[in-house]
């Protein structure tokens, strides 16, 4: 079988076609939490310049509006957690290591050192790695058994922007200013 060949790529090109068996997951279950939810629209606790300062330092630009939609959806985004742990044993603590293996995959796919970090090269990346992440967090809840029926394709996009904005907030995901200056 010969390869494919793609000229003039600006990203990777990705053709998957493994099949998986379907089995829950803490990411899964979470989308599920918050597509049952309601939606509160309040403040951030956090303070924007702090918030602000991430973004910039990593220079994120065409995802910058994830961001946005974890402060008009916090409340939502934080009573989602607390009830994962409820229902899932150190439920926060597995999503966050589920979404740092995603980062940590898409610095790899793109060729970005990690000890150190390259910064140079992931602020020229920035917005294809997070596009990245969101591309392994789709596929890995579709592939899961957690959403049953009466949950859409719109559920998924719209709890995978909420939990890729939240892990960003929280450098799970991009680098912790305080941590590189």
Not at 11 to 27: F, G, H, M
Not at 86 to 100: A, E, F, S, V
Not at 156 to 176: A, D, K, M, P, R
Request: glycine share 4%; charged share 30%; hydrophobic share 40%.
């Amino acid at each position: 079988m010969g390869d494919i060949v793609f000229d003039n790529n600006l990203a990777p090109v990705e053709i998957n076609t493994d099949t998986k068996v379907r089995r829950s997951t803490v990411l899964g279950k979470l989308i599920e939490i918050i597509a049952s939810g309601s939606e509160e629209r309040q403040d951030l606790k956090r303070d924007p310049a702090e918030i602000l300062n991430k973004i910039t330092h990593n220079q994120l630009f065409i995802y910058r509006w994830l961001v946005d939609s974890y402060i008009d959806n916090s409340i939502l985004v934080d009573s989602s957690m607390t009830q994962l742990n409820k229902d899932i044993n150190n439920g926060t603590t597995k999503l966050k290591r589920q979404m740092n293996i995603f980062y940590r995959e898409s610095l790899a796919k793109f060729k970005i050192s990690t000890r150190p970090v390259d910064l140079v090269k992931l602020r020229e990346k920035a917005d294809f790695v997070i596009e990245d992440i969101m591309k392994r967090a789709k596929t890995f809840v579709r592939n899961s058994s957690d959403l049953g029926e009466g949950f859409f394709d719109e559920d998924i996009s719209w709890g995978i922007e909420l939990v890729t904005s939240y892990s960003i907030i929280e450098c799970i995901v991009l680098e912790n200013p305080n941590a590189n200056n």
